[in-house]
Antibody
Framework: EVHLVQSGAEVKKPGESLKISCKAS????????IGWVRQMPGKGVQWIGI????????RYNPSMQGQVTISADTSITTAYLEWNSLKASDSAIYYC???????????WGQGTLVTVSS | DIQLTQSPSFLSASVGDRVTITCRASQGISTFLAWYQQKPGKAPKLLIY???ILQSGVPSGFSGGGSGTQFTLTINSLQPEDFATYYC?????????FGQGTQVEIK
């Protein structure tokens, strides 16, 4: 059974850095894309980007490229979403999810709440 | 980017009603469209992919249709557990955009 377990909630100040994680199990990590989705408070969902751990191919949403970095560590079957300098507008729930090429997200993590406040 | 516009944004219905949600794409996406259900405090759940294929485990009361730029999600007989927010997503070209969502509430 596919399991995606995300790291816990974070409270940060503007300008701080952050890296959240998504631990995958139950499938071949290097054989599927894994992606990130943002949900701001009371809003819809937004596609951030995806990574193919097998060859580290990464596709970003152009509207978010440069603001976040997606990575993966195949040795521990974990994907990451990272910020160098957080803004208050980064406050949201972030979900990781698995997909195949040209297919939707079929398994999701439980979400990580990120709060950025001075 | 491909824009997806859902209608309506909000829908009030009763248990047993048949409801249809529409998703319109800004350009043709063949059948590269999925539907998700999200309940408060939970991650979205995949319901339908390739426009009309029911994900394993999803009740048969859900159905999807369409191709090109116009798609529909139909719930044949609303059950109490179906009251949620529904999103469409295109997986035709990057970025894989979502619609703005349709909230289905109890009348």
């Amino acid at each position: 059974e596919v399991h995606l377990v995300q790291s816990g909630a974070e409270v940060k100040k503007p300008g701080e850095s952050l890296k959240i994680s998504c631990k995958a199990s139950g499938y071949t990590f290097t054989g599927h894309w894994i992606g990130w989705v943002r949900q701001m408070p009371g809003k819809g969902v937004q596609w951030i980007g995806i990574i193919y751990p097998g060859d580290s191919d990464i596709r970003y949403n152009p509207s978010m490229q440069g603001q976040v970095t997606i990575s993966a560590d195949t040795s521990i079957t974990t994907a990451y979403l990272e910020w160098n300098s957080l803004k208050a507008s980064d406050s949201a729930i972030y979900y990781c999810a698995r997909q195949n090429a040209y297919s939707p997200f079929d398994s999701w993590g439980q979400g990580t709440l990120v709060t950025v406040s001075s | 980017d491909i824009q997806l516009t859902q209608s309506p944004s909000f829908l009030s219905a009763s248990v047993g009603d048949r409801v249809t949600i529409t998703c319109r794409a800004s350009q043709g996406i063949s059948t590269f469209l999925a539907w998700y259900q999200q309940k408060p405090g939970k991650a979205p759940k995949l319901l339908i992919y390739a426009a009309s294929i029911l994900q394993s485990g999803v009740p048969s009361g859900f159905s999807g249709g369409g191709s090109g730029t116009q798609f529909t999600l139909t719930i044949n007989s609303l059950q109490p557990e179906d009251f949620a927010t529904y999103y469409c997503q295109q997986v035709y070209s990057y970025p894989y955009t979502f619609g703005q969502g349709t909230q289905v509430e109890i009348k």
